[in-house]
């Protein structure tokens, strides 16, 4: 599941990579501004996906 949702997360960054590429293209702020977002909620996806894998792997480790 956490590997899952990093790979959804590194597909939402490529996608807000390439969103940028095509406002730089184009001329297009708005298009940068919004892949610009997308890349950003993949960065913060791909981070809960790594903190909820670290609270899995806590809660299953014992304390001693």
């Not at 590997?3 to 959804?8: G, L, M, P």
């Not at 940068?32 to 792997?57: N, P, S, T, W």
């Amino acid at each position: 599941m956490v590997d899952t949702e990093k790979a959804k997360g590194k597909a939402e960054q490529l996608k807000g990579k390439a969103e940028q590429a095509v406002g730089k293209a184009t001329g297009s702020e708005e298009t940068q501004a919004r892949g610009k977002v997308d890349e950003a909620k993949g960065r913060i996806r791909q981070k809960a996906a790594d903190v909820k894998g670290k609270v899995k792997a806590a809660i299953k480790e014992p304390t001693s």
